[in-house]
């Protein structure tokens, strides 16, 4: 769907769209011809453009048959156009109209750029493997026009666009299954970003051999995909930000559960056990897109957990990159041993300052949080209080949750310096301290368990059924808000 500011509206628009807030809705003149008629029809319908209402009604302009949306917002909440203009998208993504309006003249310019944003993000859809969707079921939209809005609008939007080809990226990264995903083909997928100025670089299996990666090559060892460990740097400071922030994500590609397999109902799911590695690079894509002043490190720790007759052993000890050693009590739990090799690396090697890792980690944070809130946890309230504020600003909202020693020794291992699992409960927060193990002193760290929110089950504001592109948002507006300066 391509994407315009103009001043008027095109000739060709089969979708008026017009968004609207409660005080302003009952003197609003609609620039039609038969504004009354519109008026008297949400009337009939009860639409009395309360945020989040939204109707849809059929009449004549210039001549033929147009769709007319509206929608109602709140006043003054930005998150809300960006609701309204997915809605648009979602009404008529299919529904024959080409060309999408939307009126801009009673818009700011932030709201009628957060409309078109939130329209390109709700229009991302994966259909290259249904070679026979009916033509009554394919997307029809082309063009989406906001017409009219302050000039700003277009200046404003190039920005947004970048974040939303991110958010794409993730999505796409996301929804490919693990037959095509595997992690020298998501290396293969994100080589694009250096076009965009972001400098690439990959060890592979014997790169991390030679460093010690005992516990991340002790989760790929049981499948016949070689991991990888994808790194994404992007400086947009000139080389002045001396230290940079290092995001850190989980690609489990797939995640059978290896040796201590998981029950073949819903497995299917754990072809997005990649989610925080797809939300770093998404991330990365939308720093480099619109050019952050910030100096950002992106590693994705990539493997796959399969149970092949090389894999590893319930009771295996690893020995991490740290030099610390893990007793591997079970081989589902492999998420954060792939995660603490990449934390040691990144520290090693770019010393930063910040470091925040993303990881479908735990089923219990689901127990948890369900879908609607991601798990924190943090050993830092500065750096917790600065993601939980981009979190809410951002639409990928965050919860924090408790870290302590207490928690901590429920890890210790009676042969190891650890094991990889931990007691009855507090499931996510014990693999949080297992993590916590792996970050230096004086590194502000948080940790953030994504297993809910990165797919969904039903379509929410700006994604459909599937994934969400969790992470992106947030990892934006996070450096947005607080590396920028
Ligand atoms: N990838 C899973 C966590 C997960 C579960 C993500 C459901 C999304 C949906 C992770 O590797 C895992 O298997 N965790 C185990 C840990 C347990 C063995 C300590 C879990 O949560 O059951
Ligand atoms: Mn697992
Ligand atoms: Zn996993």
Redesign the pocket.
């Known amino acids: 769907m391509k994407i315009n500011f103009s001043d008027a509206r095109p000739q060709d628009a089969d979708v008026l769209a017009f968004i609207v807030t409660k005080t302003t809705f009952s003197d609003f003149t609609f620039p039609l011809e038969n504004s009354d008629i519109v008026h008297a029809t949400a009337k009939l319908a009860r639409f009395e453009a309360a945020a989040g209402q939204s109707f849809l009604l059929i009449n004549e302009e210039g001549g033929k048959l147009v769709r007319i949306i509206l929608v109602g917002v709140a006043d003054g909440e930005a998150g809300d156009y960006q609701k309204a203009g997915g809605d648009i998208v979602a009404k008529v993504q299919t529904s024959g109209a080409k060309h999408i309006a939307i009126h801009g003249a009673n818009l700011s310019a932030n709201a009628a750029a957060e409309a078109a944003y939130g329209a390109a993000l709700r229009n991302w859809r994966m259909d290259k493997y249904r070679t026979k969707l009916a033509d009554t079921a394919k997307p029809t939209v082309e063009t989406l026009t906001v017409a009219g809005a302050p000039a700003d609008a277009s200046t404003l939007w190039p920005s947004y666009h970048a974040i939303a080809e991110g958010v794409a990226l993730t999505k796409e990264l996301v929804t490919e299954p693990a037959n095509i995903i595997y992690p020298e083909s998501f290396v293969e997928r994100c080589k694009h970003l250096a076009e965009l100025g972001v400098e690439i670089s990959v060890l592979d299996d014997k790169d991390m051999a030679a460093l010690g990666m005992g516990a991340l090559l002790g989760v790929a060892q049981g499948s016949r995909r070689p991991a990888r460990l994808l790194v994404m740097k992007w400086d947009g400071t000139g080389g002045s930000q001396e230290r940079p922030v290092a995001l850190v994500g989980k690609g489990?590609t797939f995640?059978t559960?290896g040796i201590?397999i998981?029950p073949a109902a819903g497995m299917e799911?754990?072809k997005?056990?990649m989610g925080g590695a797809g939300a770093v690079a998404g991330a990365m894509k939308a720093l480099a897109g619109r050019k952050a002043k910030a100096y950002v490190v992106g590693v994705c720790g990539l493997v796959e957990?399969m149970p092949d007759g090389n894999a590893q052993r319930p009771g295996d000890i690893v020995t991490s990159m740290s030099g610390q050693t893990i007793e591997v009590l079970?081989t589902?739990?492999?998420?954060r041993l792939v995660l603490c090799d990449a934390l040691h690396w990144v520290q090693e090697k770019y010393n930063p300052e910040y470091v925040v890792d993303l990881a479908?980690?735990?089923?219990?944070i689901?127990v948890s949080l369900g879908s609607e809130y991601a798990g924190l946890f943090s050993n830092s309230d500065e750096l917790a209080d600065k993601l939980t504020a981009a979190g809410k600003a951002s639409g990928d909202p965050l919860w924090r949750f408790p870290l302590s020693k207490a928690y901590d020794k429920m890890i210790d291992s009676p042969i190891a310096d650890m094991k990889?699992?931990?007691g009855k409960g507090a499931?996510s927060i014990t693999?949080a301290q297992f993590l916590g193990r792996f970050i230096k002193d004086g590194v502000k760290w948080a940790h953030l368990d994504i297993?809910?929110t990165?797919w969904a089950d039903k379509a929410g504001p700006v994604w459909d059924k599937g994934a969400t592109g969790f992470g992106v948002r947030l990892l934006d507006r996070f450096v947005a808000d607080n590396f920028e300066g």
């Open positions: 489990v995640d559960g201590s998981k799911d754990m997005w056990d957990n079970n589902d739990a492999e998420g479908t980690l735990t089923g219990a689901i990889n699992i931990g499931g693999a297993a809910g990165v």
